[in-house]
Structures are given as C-alpha cells and as structure tokens.
C-alpha cells in the first residue's frame, strides 16, 4: 500500500511529480509555532472561519469542497524548524497523524455529494521529520521511490 506520506530530496523533484496540483507550500522556518501553522494552513488553503485548534483543522482538511482544485500537495519545508518551538509534542504527533489520517481519508471517499480530492503530504527531507514521523508509526516513503 502506498503511504500517505512522501519524503522529498528537492523541489524540482516535487515539481516535477506533481506539476499539474495545486502545491501549498509550507515553510518550517514561518511556522516555529503552532498558531503560525494554522495561521499558515488557515492562509494557504484559503481555510474559512478555522477556529486554529487541531479539530478545526482536521475538519478542514476533511471537506475542502472551497477550494476549485482537485489535486493538492501539502508541501512542508525547513522541516527542522516546522512547529519545533510547540511546548507539547504530542501536539506536534497529533498534526502528523491528522495530515496522515486525512490523506487517508480522501482516498476512500465516495460520495458523489462532494467533490472528491487527492491530498498528498510532502516533507522536505530532514533527520527530525522522519523522527518525528517514526516515533509517531506513522508510514513515509521516499517521493523518488514512486511510480
């Protein structure tokens, strides 16, 4: 089963993949906190009323019918720095298992009320976010190992 989570080398290499999604590009170097992730996400994805909690943000994720596109790409960067001054990691663990369970999600949806999408997490390569990602269990693959 292919994982919901990429890890990727460069951007040229995302870019190339991915070239015809909408690519939301998260800096880690923005978003130390966990107010500035969802205010980042909130801006991004163009996310009405969020309420910046981490219900709102799985519920969003989970609908985005406000947005036109069908395919997009979350893409994280500086992932050393992504929500690294966050207090309490299990906050930061919560966020991972959201992004994971939500691209989860939209892969069994049918539901022909709702526009169906694809949502692909991508995390730039760093030592910290594969950590962060194994001390969770949560399964990655390399974005070059795809077909």
């Known amino acids: ?3 919901n989570i990429l890890i990727s080398q460069s951007e040229r ?3 190339a ?11 880690g170097r923005k978003t130390t906190t966990l107010r500035q992730f969802y205010e980042e996400m909130a801006d ?23 947005l036109e596109d069908e395919r997009i790409v979350l893409y994280f960067t500086n992932t050393n720095d992504l929500i690294s001054k966050e207090r309490d990691p299990a906050k930061v663990g ?26 692909v997490i991508v995390f730039e ?10 001390n969770e269990n949560i399964d990655f693959g390399m974005l070059s190992e795809e077909d």
Not at 125 to 134: F, G, Q, T, Y
Request: glycine share 2%.
């Open 125 to 134: 390569d760093s030592p910290r976010i594969r950590k962060m990602l194994e």
């Open 1 to 3: 089963m292919t994982p």
């Open 44 to 66: 991004l994805l163009e996310i009405p009323d969020f309420g910046f909690t981490l219900e709102a943000l799985n519920d969003s994720l989970n609908d985005l019918q406000w």
């Open 13 to 15: 290499e995302l870019e």
């Open 94 to 119: 919560n966020v991972l298992n959201i992004l994971d369970a939500t691209a989860e999600d939209w892969k069994w949806v049918d539901d022909d009320a709702i526009d169906k999408k694809v949502l």
């Open 17 to 27: 993949r991915y070239n015809d999604y909408f690519i939301a590009h998260i800096d």
